[in-house]
């Protein structure tokens, strides 16, 4: 497969249209447009409950120009795996199937039909459009809500760590497995590209700031997606039969301070508690470098 290589090269062609009911900045709609131009119109999508399942249409109207299937919030993968099988049945295999959920689609309610669906090896993608919060019932804390993150029921800060969905995941021995973020355009899709392209189970994570979320402002979405990623707590690799492949790696990393520091969420986190944050970075950035 021939993947793009600058601005350039991506179609033209928009499969996730404006008009959609997202907010200013958000992330999400972001990732969706960007992920449909390498997914392309022969794509069937489940979504559950979520952000994403509410801006993309209502009964009246749709911004989404593949099909598109709103499930319960625990079930997209077992959805998608139905689609699919539905699809083999009658002998079409140039469909792309995809569940799409966000962070409490992926690592909480919808976890259980996941990692169903990762351990049979269901020849689907499953993408989580992570904002590190769940936006569409009020913004509270879920499991990949990172450690001293203030939401509306941890207003002193989420007391436990992040949960590690990616090494979760690894452990179910995708075909494929990938880190993606809504400030790296090419990346991501260069990522959906190298999926569509390998039969299996495959999981892509998208970091996908929330201004509301996140206490930013609307224009800061993707300076804050770039930012993380510069500071090394949001590492972009890619996982083919468990060998880690760095896809970008940052020319100059920047402290975590300046990544936090600008984010309303974490202004309960002192002095100490971003010092031990930036080693665990640094021990972590290490180790992917060795």
Known sequence: MELVNNPAEV????????????????????????????????????????????IGGSGLSTAWQVPFYHSLFECAPAVASGIRAALDVQGIEDVNVVSWAGDAGTADIGFQSLTGAAERQENIIHVCYDNETYMNTGGQAGSVTPYLATTPDTPAGKPTPRKDMLAIMAAHHPAYLATASVAYPLDLIQKFQRATGIQGFRYIHILAPCFKGWGIREDQTVQLA?????????????????????????????PVRDYLRLQGRFRNMDEGAVAALQAAVDRSWQGVQS
């Open 11 to 54: 179609p033209e062609a928009e499969l996730f249209t404006g008009g959609h009911d997202g907010c200013r900045g958000c992330g999400a709609a972001l990732a969706v447009r960007q992920a449909m131009k390498a997914l392309g119109p022969r794509t069937i999508i489940s979504i559950p409950a979520s952000c994403m399942a509410t």
């Open 226 to 254: 770039r930012l993380a990623v510069e500071c090394g707590l949001w590492q972009l690799y890619e996982e083919v039969d468990g060998r880690r492949r760095l896809t970008v790696i940052p020319e100059h990393r920047v």
